[in-house]
């Protein structure tokens, strides 16, 4: 079965440092991955999404992630954290019928 | 375009009560996902609902939660019978049809709505 771990349930990084939020899968062959982001009390927003045409993609906000199958990750990152990037990050999995399955999410704590 | 919304966004039932949770999907869209946030859970899918249908409720616990999406109006969750461990976020996507299982770009692509929390006292 399809399934994400992400590592981290909490990050924590000073205003313009890097972000790595970490994500490995387990699966023969993913066709698909996503990262979601949810702000407090808000449903959560696509990111960016892995659909097998490039293994760097590039979603909204600066960030981006990197499909490596030979780690079996899907790591998100940005060069430089800004104030309004702290939120809640999850990685997912689509399955049969497209349900998909999230890892356990990363809070994302940004200092000044 | 109106996104994925959902009514209410805060609910309050005592236990024993029912509660009922409301989803439109976006304009076009005929997949409904239902996924619940649990404290220290994390998110779990419930059940998946096209128009007059459910397709997969692998994710539903067995008694006193039901889901239907009639041919008009909004999908509904329904929960009888509260008990405080019903008490969490409940979130509901939407995606276009013809999405689910094919390889294009957009497959799988889910919109979710602001969610519903439910507090049950």
């Known amino acids: 079965a399809q399934s994400v771990t992400q590592l981290g349930s909490h990050v924590s990084v000073s205003e313009g440092a890097l972000v790595l939020l970490r994500c490995n899968y387990s699966?023969?062959?993913?066709?698909?991955l996503f990262w979601y982001v949810q702000y407090p009390n808000q449903g959560l927003q696509l990111l960016l999404k892995y659909t097998s045409a490039a293994t760097l993609v590039k979603g909204i906000n600066g960030f981006e992630a990197e499909f490596k199958k030979s780690e079996t990750s899907f790591h998100l990152t940005k060069p430089s954290a800004h104030m309004s990037d702290a939120a809640e990050y999850f990685c997912a999995a689509p399955s049969s019928y497209g349900k998909l399955t999230f890892g356990q999410g990363t809070i994302l704590t940004v200092h000044p | 375009n109106a996104g994925v919304m959902q009514n209410p966004r805060h609910l309050v039932r005592r236990r024993g009560q029912e509660a009922r949770l409301r989803c439109s999907p976006m304009?076009?869209?005929?997949?409904v996902y239902w996924y619940r946030q649990l404290p220290e859970e994390g998110l779990k899918f419930m059940v998946y609902l096209q128009k007059e249908n459910i397709i997969d409720e692998s994710g539903m616990p067995k008694e006193r939660f039901s889901a239907e999406f009639p041919k008009e109006g909004p999908s509904i969750l329904r929960i009888q019978q509260v008990v405080r461990g019903d008490s969490a976020a409940y979130f509901c996507?939407?995606?276009?049809?013809?999405?689910?299982?094919?390889?294009?770009?957009?497959?799988?692509?889910?919109?979710f709505g602001p969610g519903t929390r439910l507090t049950v006292t």
């Open positions: 699966s023969s062959v993913p066709p698909y």
């Open positions: 996507a939407s995606s276009p049809p013809g999405r689910q299982q094919t390889g294009t770009s957009g497959v799988y692509e889910q919109y």
């Open positions: 304009k076009g869209h005929s997949h």
